[in-house]
């Protein structure tokens, strides 16, 4: 079974600062990773996918980054704002039919 | 494109009743899903259908039942509401290219069972 882990829960820092957000999974059978977005009270906004045949993604100041061999991904984010304050979560689309198994998120807070 | 919708926005119901979560898309997406999630539990899948007239459980369906009679529309009907059901209802779609597409999710249903 397919299990996604995303370690800090919560992560605050200041303003300005580049960060780096974790996730792993354990079965490197995948057909992508993608990356969400959830502010407080709201659905989920996609940021990255990355198909299992790549190895990175680029939008603006994010960069995600697949390492399926070791079952790890990494979001890169590039001079951190408080408007970057939100959950974010990892997921990985494996086994038949687009089924997606989340991780639990990492809730960070961009200190003005 | 309105993308996915999802109503109600808010629900509180009381042990035992039943009630259905409305889902739609426009994008003329064959993949629909509906997940829930929970504080701690992260989202968990609760059933999908690869199209119309085609549906199947994810890894927690007891308590819940779904149909898909157009491409459009996937309602997750609650049979007899009880308080463990609690939490945040997610509707989505994709394509159903696995592998290549995102998936797009609704605002989410709050639901609460007194």
């Known amino acids: 079974k397919q299990e996604v882990t995303q370690i800090p829960a919560a992560l605050s820092v200041p303003e300005g600062e580049n960060l780096v957000l974790n996730c792993s999974f354990t079965d490197s059978a995948i057909y992508n990773l993608q990356w969400f977005r959830q502010d407080p009270g709201k659905g989920l906004t996609s940021l990255l996918l990355?198909?299992?045949?790549?190895r990175e993604q680029t939008s603006g100041r994010l960069n995600a980054s697949l390492d399926k061999s070791s079952g790890r991904s990494t979001l890169y984010i590039a001079a951190s704002q408080p408007g970057d304050s939100a959950t974010y979560l990892c997921a990985v689309e494996s086994g038949a039919n687009s089924k997606l198994t989340f991780g639990k998120g990492i809730t960070l807070s961009v200190r003005p | 494109n309105a993308g996915v919708t999802q109503t109600p926005k808010f629900q509180v119901l009381k042990t035992g009743q039943s009630m259905t979560l409305q889902c739609a898309q426009d994008?003329?997406?064959?993949?629909m899903s509906w997940y829930r999630q929970d504080p701690g539990m992260g989202l968990r899948l609760i059933h999908y259908?690869?199209?119309?007239?085609?549906?199947d459980q994810g890894e927690v369906p007891n308590g819940y039942n779904v149909s898909r009679s157009t491409t459009e529309d996937f309602p997750l009907r609650l049979l007899s509401a009880a308080p463990s059901q609690t939490s945040v209802y997610f509707c989505?779609?994709?394509?159903?290219?696995?592998?290549?597409?995102?998936?797009?999710f609704g605002p989410g249903t709050r639901l609460t069972v007194l």
């Open positions: 990355i198909q299992s045949s790549q």
């Open positions: 259908s690869v199209g119309a007239g085609i549906t």
């Open positions: 989505a779609s994709t394509t159903g290219t696995s592998g290549s597409d995102t998936q797009y």
């Open positions: 994008m003329n997406h064959e993949y």
